[in-house]
Nanobody, 115 residues
Framework: VQLQASGGGLVQAGGSLRLSCAVK????????MAWYRQAPGKQRELVAR???????NYADSVKSRFTISRDNNKNTMYLQMNTLKPEDTAVYYC??????????WGQGTQVTVSS
């Protein structure tokens, strides 16, 4: 099983990016999918999560700017990021929680927001 994250890049403050995370292989019993990020010198933090039932939750710092979604037919999760700020600069990781395997991390994609 692999999670292939893509869509990162360099953008000016106020701009937008859309991250994708494609699930390659089979994860049984997926119960949640999420995006995390890790900035230099900081701990990895949860950005957004979507449950199997479609419920979502977001870090306070990204509420109203970021939107998490998924396309079950394409086995892909997305993170639409609008009104980006320099403090959003980080490596973004996708995560899938299930029953087998219990969890899987993607390789990370760099997002850099210039001021």
């Amino acid at each position: 099983v692999q999670l292939q994250a893509s869509g990162g890049g360099l953008v000016q403050a106020g701009g937008s990016l859309r991250l994708s995370c494609a699930v390659k292989g089979t994860i049984f019993g997926i119960n949640n999918m999420a995006w995390y990020r890790q900035a230099p010198g900081k701990q990895r933090e949860l950005v957004a999560r979507i449950t199997f039932g479609g419920n979502t939750n977001y870090a306070d710092s990204v509420k109203s700017r970021f939107t998490i979604s998924r396309d079950n037919n394409k086995n892909t999760m997305y993170l639409q990021m609008n009104t980006l700020k320099p403090e959003d600069t980080a490596v973004y990781y996708c995560f899938v929680g299930g029953t087998r395997p219990q969890y899987q991390w993607g390789q990370g994609t760099q997002v850099t927001v210039s001021s």
